[in-house]
C-alpha cells in the first residue's frame, strides 16, 4: 500500500476540527459553569428561606452567609451568558441572544435584588429580609419565565 503524502490542506483541515472541538468543548464549559452557578443560587435561596420562615433555629451567622453567597451570585447573572454559549446542554432561551437588552435588564434587577438582601440581612430586621429575599426571587422567577426552557 503506498504511502499518502500529507498536505497542507489535510493539515488545515485538522486544525480546523480540533479548533471546533476545542470551542465546543469550551461552550460547555461555559454552560456548566452557569448551571452551577444558577444550582448554587438556588440551594442558597432554598437554605436561606428555611432560617428565615423558622423551619429551623434562626441563626443570624448562617442567614448572613447564605444571604451573602446569594448576593454575590446574583452578581454574576449578567456575565454567565457570553455571546456563542447558546447552544450546546442548556436550558437558556434563544431570546437572551436575540434581546439582550431585556435580558440584561432582568439580569441587573436581579443583581439589584442581591445587593438589597445583603444589605437587609445586616440590619438584623426578619421581616425586612424575607421581604428583600421574594423580590429576588420574584427577579430570578421574571427572568426564567422569559429566558429558560421549561425543560431546563
Given at each position: 500500500?503506498?504511502?499518502?503524502?500529507?498536505?497542507?490542506?489535510m493539515v488545515a483541515a485538522a486544525g480546523a476540527i480540533a479548533l471546533a472541538a476545542s470551542a465546543m468543548a469550551d461552550v460547555q464549559s461555559v454552560i456548566d459553569y452557569r448551571k452551577d452557578v444558577m444550582l448554587?443560587?438556588?440551594?442558597h435561596l432554598s437554605a436561606l428561606t428555611g432560617l428565615l420562615a423558622g423551619e429551623m433555629d434562626f441563626d443570624q451567622g448562617h442567614?448572613?452567609?447564605q444571604a451573602t453567597?446569594?448576593?454575590?451570585?446574583a452578581q454574576l447573572v449578567s456575565a454567565l451568558f457570553p455571546p456563542g454559549s447558546d447552544s450546546g446542554?442548556?436550558?437558556a432561551l434563544p431570546a437572551i441572544w436575540q434581546r439582550p437588552e431585556q435580558f440584561l435588564a432582568?439580569?441587573?434587577?436581579?443583581?439589584r435584588e442581591g445587593r438589597n438582601l445583603v444589605a437587609a440581612v445586616e440590619t438584623g430586621d426578619?421581616?425586612?429580609?424575607?421581604q428583600s429575599l421574594k423580590r429576588l426571587a420574584d427577579a430570578c422567577r421574571s427572568c426564567h419565565r422569559a429566558f429558560r426552557s421549561e425543560d431546563g
Open positions: 500500500m503506498p504511502a499518502q503524502r500529507i498536505t497542507g490542506g448554587s443560587m438556588a440551594a442567614v448572613e452567609a453567597s446569594l448576593g454575590v451570585n446542554e442548556t436550558a432582568r439580569a441587573e434587577a436581579a443583581e426578619r421581616e425586612f429580609m424575607v
